[in-house]
């Protein structure tokens, strides 16, 4: 039998060179864990309309979704996800803690220090080099 495949979503929004992440809210799939906003992919919606939809649902900011810079696919007991981690401008609004439990502005050498699913652990060697040799992308449209 096999499992269902989603497609998910998830954006780096940086500021005063940290990064976002939020925490899943309790009584959810994975309830407490820390992760890089954004969320599932509906039907017949692009990848970017997805996480700039997630982000400002769950945190009521806009953003644009302006590079597609990895994919880790996962195998969790009872489904399988293409996780899609995207660089986002911040283009307006204050994040507010909508859909999930808090949200926090980490540097990204501080985020093994947060309990986080087993895709985003696979995007930190990632994050960590992007951080050493680009700074922060995003964050001068982010003012």
């Known amino acids: 039998m096999s ?17 976002l992440i939020t925490r899943r809210p ?3 799939h994975l309830a407490g864990y820390w992760e890089f906003p954004g ?8 990848l970017e309309a997805c ?8 945190l009521a900011m806009e953003v644009k979704a302006v590079k597609n810079l990895l994919q880790i696919d996962h ?8 996780l899609h981690l995207f660089l986002c401008d911040w283009l307006k609004g204050a994040p507010t803690p909508l859909g ?3 949200l926090r502005w980490v540097r990204p050498e501080e985020l093994g220090n947060y309990p986080l699913p087993p895709p985003d652990v696979q995007v930190l060697p990632f994050i960590q080099n992007l951080a050493d040799n680009a700074g922060e992308p995003s964050e001068e449209r982010a003012k």
């Not at 969320?39 to 692009?46: A, D, F, L, N, V």
């Open 3 to 19: 499992k269902p495949h989603f497609h998910v979503t998830a954006g780096l929004v940086w500021k005063d060179g940290k990064l």
């Open 26 to 28: 309790e009584g959810g």
């Open 39 to 46: 969320g599932k992919q509906e039907p017949g919606e692009s």
């Open 51 to 58: 996480l700039e939809r997630e982000i400002r649902e769950e």
């Open 75 to 82: 195998d969790y007991e009872s489904k399988s996800i293409t």
């Open 100 to 102: 999930c439990d808090e």
